[in-house]
């Protein structure tokens, strides 16, 4: 068994021969690995700590809930989608404020290359 980086991973994604797997507590994190053969090794230099704060409450509300490569495989991002689902949910809209900063910016990366990837 391989640990996962970091604690709860809740979301891999692979890409080829890399993978990823986003970790939810404790900060969250991501840990890349290459599979050779039928083995997984750990990238190194690809654990990224989210810098989330552990402390939130709920902190599953508070962490991404998915990693995804990009459709060409050349960036790695983390979705806070169910965040958003929930926030329109309970309160019938999603407001700009209701995302942190680091959740703007990635959503908005996001949005662009999805736009880019129509055109």
Not at 72 to 98: K, N
């Amino acid at each position: 068994m391989l640990g996962s980086g970091g604690t709860f991973p809740v979301s891999v994604a692979v890409h080829g021969d890399l993978v990823y797997v986003l970790n939810a507590l404790n900060g969250g994190s991501v840990q890349g690995y290459r599979v050779l053969g039928s083995f997984l090794v750990a990238l190194p230099g690809s654990h990224r700590a989210l810098g989330l704060d552990p402390n939130a409450t709920p902190q599953f509300t508070t962490t991404p809930g998915q990693v995804a490569f990009t459709a060409d495989g050349s960036q790695l991002c983390t979705e806070y989608l169910a965040q958003m689902r929930e926030t329109i949910r309970l309160t019938g809209r999603l407001e700009p404020e209701d995302l942190t900063p680091q959740m703007r910016e990635e959503f908005t990366d996001l949005y662009r290359r999805w736009r880019s990837e129509q055109q």
